[in-house]
């Protein structure tokens, strides 16, 4: 059983590595033709969500007043209360005006977004990129980039909502080199890190 565990991780750096910042801004530009979408992109991106958490946020989950967010809808990651970058205020600002608290933040026809309508987007990007994309790949992206970007291990398994460092190890699969500037790698792709 052990060695069946050890070839499924292998199988999984394999099939899904990180996707490099040029990858991640060529998604970006591509999710652009959709203006939810290229909010939605950004907001996996940035913070790591899964699906659930992304269609779960309600307006009451954003803290102006000290620019964070409150992701705790996952069954399976930790709650966590990450800053919102700079590139992501102005629209998270704007989509939230005229909800009440407990309104969702993204909502679809039927109230509330679905996991499907972005898997849909998944698959667009995907047409127009030819790049494969997930959820998990973009987790795994983030935590690569974040590393690159000078964030410590600790931070970075905060970010994510990992309980363990060895959640960070599996999600990494290989360890890329640290600079030593932190920065929010959206911050560096759209070119406003100082």
Same mark, same amino acid.
């Given at each position: 059983?052990?060695?069946?565990?050890?070839?499924?991780?292998?199988?999984? %750096?394999?099939?899904?590595?990180?996707?490099?910042?040029?990858?991640?801004?060529?998604?970006?530009?591509?999710?652009?033709?959709?203006?939810?979408?290229?909010?939605?992109?950004?907001?996996?991106?940035?913070?790591?969500?899964?699906?659930?958490?992304?269609?779960?946020?309600?307006?009451?989950?954003?803290?102006?007043?000290?620019?964070?967010?409150?992701?705790?809808?996952?069954?399976?990651?930790?709650?966590?209360?990450?800053?919102?970058?700079?590139?992501?205020?102005?629209?998270?600002?704007?989509?939230?005006?005229?909800?009440?608290?407990?309104?969702?933040?993204? %909502?679809?026809?039927?109230?509330?977004?679905?996991?499907?309508?972005?898997?849909?987007?998944?698959?667009?990007?995907?047409?127009?990129?030819?790049?494969?994309?997930?959820?998990?790949?973009?987790?795994?992206?983030?935590?690569?980039?974040?590393?690159?970007?000078?964030?410590?291990?600790?931070?970075?398994?905060?970010?994510?909502?990992?309980?363990?460092?060895?959640?960070?190890?599996?999600?990494?699969?290989?360890?890329?080199?640290?600079?030593?500037?932190?920065?929010?790698?959206?911050?560096?792709?759209?070119?406003?890190?100082?």
């Amino acid at each position: 059983m052990k060695k069946e565990k050890s070839t499924r991780k292998k199988i999984l %750096s394999e099939e899904n590595p990180p996707l490099s910042k040029e990858e991640i801004r060529l998604l970006l530009n591509a999710s652009k033709t959709h203006e939810n979408h290229y909010l939605w992109f950004r907001m996996l991106y940035s913070f790591g969500l899964q699906l659930s958490e992304l269609v779960s946020l309600r307006v009451e989950d954003l803290d102006w007043s000290h620019h964070k967010i409150l992701i705790h809808h996952s069954q399976t990651l930790n709650p966590r209360n990450p800053s919102i970058p700079l590139s992501l205020r102005r629209d998270l600002w704007y989509i939230s005006q005229g909800k009440q608290g407990e309104d969702f933040l993204f %909502s679809g026809r039927m109230g509330k977004l679905r996991p499907r309508t972005v898997q849909k987007m998944f698959s667009k990007l995907e047409e127009l990129t030819g790049l494969p994309i997930s959820v998990f790949r973009l987790r795994r992206s983030l935590a690569s980039h974040l590393i690159e970007a000078g964030w410590d291990l600790e931070s970075i398994q905060e970010q994510l909502g990992l309980s363990s460092q060895k959640s960070l190890r599996d999600l990494l699969g290989k360890k890329p080199k640290r600079p030593l500037l932190k920065i929010f790698p959206l911050e560096e792709i759209n070119g406003s890190a100082a």
